[in-house]
């Protein structure tokens, strides 16, 4: 039998498309596609069977078996070699098909006169939808050129079938089901209830331009895009400008890698010869991908084979002309955004009244994308597996960040339900606003002060909103973070001085910046280090670069033109660390006052405690400082030796295990003897159950997002701290893991608000 010249394949395309164009019924059209395709493969059999609903495969058309066959041959996946191709979801060959021990005879189909057998699966977004045969009756090899041209051949199929061109579309099953009611699980990470619309945060591109008119033209523009891609990765990875994409260095280099990977390239190359057009060829690779990743359960191997598949897609984007997010587009009034991963940068980048909901597949609780969500005030939750295979955009869809759910198409019970648990929110932030004036006090008498954390103007409403005591965090890189150039001395003034006008007399502790770590600046250029959160940040860079510092000082200090003012100074590791800071300040302070501008009425500097060395030099530390803020995010990641940012250790370490909650004592116990006021401002300050704790523990100050002062007032307002504070001392001595199923039943026993 002769190989099949590259040029066939091309020529079977052109007359599939033909075919497909025909006003004939769907049967007609499915028994042309198998006899085009056992000719151009010079084979005497081609079959085609498609998955049906209930999973079984089903065959839809053939050519050279017995056509009684048709719509009576079932296969269970895994069942003979059609089924074994469709759960391996890769092209196999038999030379002797008969005799390998998977083949299952089936009479009605007359094939045991066949002995060679070449089967793809037909496949749909990594899923198997189909099986493509084709044999023959001599024991034969069949080439490479021949397994690629049917691969090719089944894509199209694919994409046929699933745009209904074929009119089976009902009948099989064009997986992932993306039509019937899912639901997730995830990790909440703002607070809410949303009940809105799918956006899919990268558009998902349609290739509909499957087949080439020109091949050589295919090709130049898929050098053109990869070229404009690579180029586009290696500016970033220069730049360093990771923050805006929400990536990772590593996920930016890993791109690179595969964009310049000789593999990869190949395969594109190949589908391209084969007659498809070049975003043809790129689904067709990233399908193959995909389907090797579905089965991947090295979790190595399959982020990888993701790292692929998102390379892929953005590929497609470029080729479409489609780069940019859904943020430019036109967003629904219920917006829910849909991510593998986000940055901070870019989820501000959306219009926040139409903004309801946030769903990642990847990312950490303490990330700052995380951070960002409980500042806009909207649901969000990360770690939800396979969500983006799952929905379309325009799916109807309820997050709920109290449950760590998400429905997607929900069935209408789920909404009536979930519109009722919507209700008693609204009743519950009925009574937290009404709670919004009362002072948070213990049954005890203790009064806690509550604060909230911000960045941005748009934080400040919540000041009142919350009636929140003051700002106990105002974390300035977020201003860096969303700008595009560094920020100026006037515009930093003018934000600070906003934020100054709007407190009035209430409290705001300004965070000197606190950029490296995850906190990338789109425009500063930062070398590569292995361990960024350790890595050259925060006062470190500061006390390197003074001219950075003194600039946000000499802003801060104009902007509270002889009012109150609070620095606080991140990742203290050293006592030395703060003296060093405080001269700089003191300097700026001279020559503000050369200036003959106002001093402030009183400056207080602080400092952070989220180092943990500086748990054994607090004697020293704190003497010299105005006030100290314990980091716990940053405290307890350093504890645990678990990045807050990566998922896989992030969650392994519960910030209720006595040894941070022993930390925090320690640090209560210093602050207490040197007199120094002292805060939390870390994530676990705005959860209920950990702010308990921490009451529990001595804190009577605390900062936190601003959606959780309500909750966490009325956790106060039901408290005995004394009782409580008794109870943890026992607790402590005789725990050796998470206190939190403890604490719970404490909160259940004594009717605290959780
Ligand atoms: C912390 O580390 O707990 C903290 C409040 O700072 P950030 O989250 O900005 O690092
Ligand atoms: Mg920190």
Same mark, same amino acid.
């Given at each position: 039998?002769?190989?099949?010249?590259?040029?066939?394949?091309?020529?079977?395309?052109?007359?599939?498309?033909?075919?497909?164009?025909?006003?004939?019924?769907?049967? %007609?059209?499915?028994?042309?596609?198998?006899?085009?395709?056992?000719?151009?493969? +010079?084979?005497?059999?081609?079959?085609?069977?498609?998955?049906?609903?209930?999973?079984?495969?089903?065959?839809?058309?053939?050519?050279?078996?017995?056509?009684?066959?048709?719509?009576?041959?079932?296969?269970?996946?895994?069942?003979?070699?059609?089924?074994?191709?469709?759960?391996?979801?890769?092209?196999?060959?038999?030379?002797?098909?008969?005799?390998?021990?998977?083949?299952?005879?089936?009479?009605?189909?007359?094939?045991?006169?066949?002995?060679?057998?070449?089967?793809?699966?037909?496949?749909?977004?990594?899923?198997?939808?189909?099986?493509?045969?084709?044999?023959?009756?001599?024991?034969?090899?069949?080439?490479?050129?021949?397994?690629?041209?049917?691969?090719?051949?089944?894509?199209?199929?694919?994409?046929?079938?699933?745009?209904?061109?074929?009119?089976?579309?009902?009948?099989?099953?064009?997986?992932?089901?993306?039509?019937?009611?899912?639901?997730?699980?995830?990790?909440?990470?703002?607070?809410?209830?949303? &009940?809105?619309?799918?956006?899919?945060?990268?558009?998902?591109?349609?290739?509909?331009?499957?087949?080439?008119?020109?091949?050589?033209?295919?090709?130049?523009?898929?050098?053109?895009?990869?070229?404009?891609?690579?180029?586009?990765?290696?500016?970033?990875?220069?730049?360093?400008?990771?923050?805006?994409?929400?990536?990772?260095?590593?996920?930016?280099?890993?791109?690179?890698?595969?964009?310049?990977?000789?593999?990869?390239?190949?395969?594109?190359?190949?589908?391209?010869?084969?007659?498809?057009?070049?975003?043809?060829?790129?689904?067709?690779?990233?399908?193959?991908?995909?389907?090797?990743?579905?089965?991947?359960?090295?979790?190595?191997?399959?982020?990888? &084979?993701?790292?692929?598949?998102?390379?892929?897609?953005?590929?497609?984007?470029?080729?479409?002309?489609?780069?940019?997010?859904?943020?430019?587009?036109?967003?629904?009034?219920?917006?829910?955004?849909?991510?593998?991963?986000?940055?901070?940068?870019?989820?501000?980048?959306?219009?926040?009244?139409?903004?309801?909901?946030?769903?990642?597949?990847?990312?950490?609780?303490?990330?700052?994308?995380?951070?960002?969500?409980?500042?806009?005030?909207?649901?969000?939750?990360?770690?939800?597996?396979?969500?983006?295979?799952?929905?379309?955009?325009?799916?109807?869809?309820?997050?709920?960040?109290?449950?760590?759910?998400?429905?997607?198409?929900?069935?209408?019970?789920?909404?009536?339900?979930?519109?009722?648990?919507?209700?008693?929110?609204?009743?519950?932030?009925?009574?937290?606003?009404?709670?919004?004036?009362?002072?948070?006090?213990?049954?005890?008498?203790?009064?806690?002060?509550?604060?909230?954390? %911000?960045?941005?103007? =748009?934080?400040?409403?919540?000041?009142?909103?919350?009636?929140?005591?003051?700002?106990?965090?105002?974390?300035?890189?977020?201003?860096?973070?969303?700008?595009?150039?560094?920020?100026?001395?006037?515009?930093?003034?003018?934000?600070?001085?906003?934020?100054?006008?709007?407190?009035?007399?209430?409290? +705001?502790? $300004?965070?000197?910046?606190? +950029?490296?770590?995850?906190?990338?600046?789109? =425009?500063?250029?930062?070398?590569?280090?292995?361990?960024?959160?350790?890595?050259?940040?925060?006062?470190?860079?500061?006390?390197?670069?003074?001219?950075?510092?003194?600039?946000?000082?000499?802003?801060?200090?104009?902007? %509270?033109?002889?009012?109150?003012?609070?620095?606080?100074?991140?990742?203290?590791?050293?006592?030395?660390?703060?003296?060093?800071?405080?001269?700089?300040?003191?300097?700026?302070?001279?020559?503000?006052?050369?200036?003959?501008?106002?001093?402030?009425?009183?400056?207080?500097?602080?400092?952070?405690?989220?180092?943990?060395?500086?748990?054994?030099?607090?004697?020293?530390?704190?003497?010299?400082?105005?006030?100290?803020?314990?980091?716990?995010?940053?405290?307890?990641?350093?504890? $645990?030796?678990?990045?807050?940012?990566?998922?896989?250790?992030?969650?392994?370490?519960?910030?209720?295990?006595?040894?941070?909650?022993?930390?925090?004592?320690?640090?209560?116990?210093?602050?207490?003897?040197?007199?120094?006021?002292?805060?939390?401002?870390?994530?676990?300050?705005?959860?209920?159950?950990?702010?308990?704790?921490?009451?529990?523990?001595? $804190?009577?100050?605390?900062?936190?997002?601003?959606?959780?002062?309500?909750?966490?007032?009325?956790?106060?307002?039901?408290?005995?701290?004394?009782?409580?504070?008794?109870?943890?001392?026992?607790?402590?001595?005789?725990?050796?893991?998470?206190?939190?199923?403890?604490?719970?039943? =404490?909160?259940?026993?004594?009717?605290?608000?959780?």
């Amino acid at each position: 039998m002769p190989v099949s010249t590259i040029g066939a394949p091309r020529q079977l395309l052109r007359r599939l498309r033909e075919v497909m164009a025909e006003r004939e019924s769907a049967q %007609a059209r499915l028994d042309k596609v198998a006899v085009l395709i056992a000719s151009n493969m +010079v084979a005497e059999v081609c079959s085609i069977y498609l998955r049906r609903r209930d999973d079984s495969l089903e065959l839809f058309a053939t050519e050279g078996l017995n056509p009684e066959a048709v719509h009576n041959t079932h296969l269970k996946p895994g069942e003979g070699l059609v089924g074994l191709i469709a759960i391996q979801a890769e092209p196999m060959q038999f030379p002797d098909a008969q005799h390998h021990p998977a083949f299952s005879y089936r009479p009605e189909t007359g094939e045991e006169i066949y002995h060679s057998f070449l089967g793809v699966p037909i496949l749909r977004g990594g899923h198997t939808i189909g099986v493509l045969t084709v044999q023959n009756r001599t024991m034969r090899q069949y080439s490479d050129e021949e397994v690629e041209a049917l691969q090719t051949t089944a894509m199209v199929l694919a994409e046929m079938i699933a745009s209904g061109g074929l009119g089976v579309t009902e009948e099989v099953s064009a997986e992932p089901r993306r039509d019937l009611a899912a639901r997730f699980t995830g990790l909440p990470i703002s607070e809410g209830v949303a &009940l809105g619309h799918v956006v899919l945060h990268e558009p998902r591109i349609v290739v509909t331009r499957l087949i080439a008119e020109d091949v050589e033209l295919e090709r130049r523009r898929l050098a053109q895009a990869i070229e404009e891609l690579t180029g586009m990765i290696d500016g970033m990875l220069e730049r360093g400008d990771m923050a805006r994409a929400g990536e990772h260095r590593e996920v930016l280099e890993a791109f690179r890698m595969f964009a310049h990977d000789h593999g990869w390239r190949r395969r594109l190359d190949e589908a391209l010869l084969t007659g498809l057009t070049a975003e043809a060829a790129v689904q067709r690779v990233r399908n193959d991908t995909r389907a090797r990743m579905l089965r991947q359960t090295d979790p190595h191997a399959r982020d990888r &084979l993701h790292d692929i598949d998102d390379l892929s897609n953005r590929l497609l984007r470029l080729l479409s002309g489609g780069a940019g997010t859904a943020a430019a587009g036109n967003l629904p009034q219920d917006a829910v955004l849909i991510a593998r991963t986000m940055g901070p940068a870019e989820l501000l980048d959306y219009d926040r009244q139409r903004l309801r909901g946030l769903v990642l597949e990847e990312g950490g609780a303490a990330s700052h994308v995380a951070i960002v969500a409980r500042a806009l005030g909207i649901a969000a939750i990360t770690q939800v597996k396979g969500v983006l295979d799952a929905v379309e955009a325009g799916d109807a869809i309820i997050v709920d960040a109290e449950g760590g759910e998400l429905h997607v198409r929900p069935t209408q019970e789920v909404v009536s339900a979930y519109a009722d648990k919507v209700r008693f929110r609204a009743r519950r932030q009925a009574q937290y606003a009404a709670l919004r004036n009362v002072p948070a006090v213990t049954l005890d008498g203790e009064r806690i002060a509550l604060h909230i954390n %911000a960045g941005l103007l =748009f934080d400040l409403p919540h000041l009142d909103q919350s009636g929140a005591d003051g700002i106990g965090l105002f974390r300035t890189e977020l201003q860096f973070m969303i700008s595009s150039t560094f920020p100026r001395l006037e515009q930093q003034t003018r934000l600070y001085k906003a934020i100054l006008d709007t407190a009035g007399d209430r409290p +705001v502790v $300004f965070r000197s910046l606190d +950029v490296g770590g995850d906190k990338v600046l789109p =425009f500063f250029r930062a070398s590569k280090e292995e361990n960024p959160a350790i890595g050259w940040r925060a006062i470190r860079m500061a006390l390197d670069r003074p001219a950075l510092f003194r600039t946000q000082i000499r802003a801060l200090l104009r902007a %509270a033109h002889g009012r109150e003012l609070r620095i606080m100074l991140p990742m203290i590791a050293d006592v030395s660390e703060l003296k060093a800071a405080r001269a700089l300040i003191d300097r700026e302070v001279d020559i503000l006052k050369r200036h003959g501008r106002p001093e402030p009425k009183g400056l207080m500097i602080g400092a952070m405690i989220e180092v943990p060395a500086l748990l054994w030099q607090l004697d020293r530390v704190l003497p010299m400082a105005d006030f100290a803020s314990v980091g716990s995010n940053d405290l307890m990641q350093f504890l $645990f030796a678990a990045d807050r940012g990566n998922m896989r250790v992030s969650e392994r370490f519960d910030s209720l295990n006595p040894a941070g909650l022993k930390a925090l004592r320690v640090i209560v116990a210093a602050a207490e003897k040197h007199n120094v006021p002292l805060t939390l401002c870390g994530e676990m300050a705005g959860r209920p159950l950990e702010a308990m704790a921490i009451i529990g523990l001595g $804190f009577r100050s605390i900062s936190m997002a601003p959606a959780s002062v309500g909750p966490v007032k009325a956790m106060i307002l039901s408290l005995d701290a004394g009782n409580l504070r008794q109870r943890l001392e026992e607790l402590l001595e005789c725990t050796d893991t998470s206190l939190r199923e403890d604490l719970k039943r =404490f909160a259940a026993e004594k009717g605290v608000q959780i």
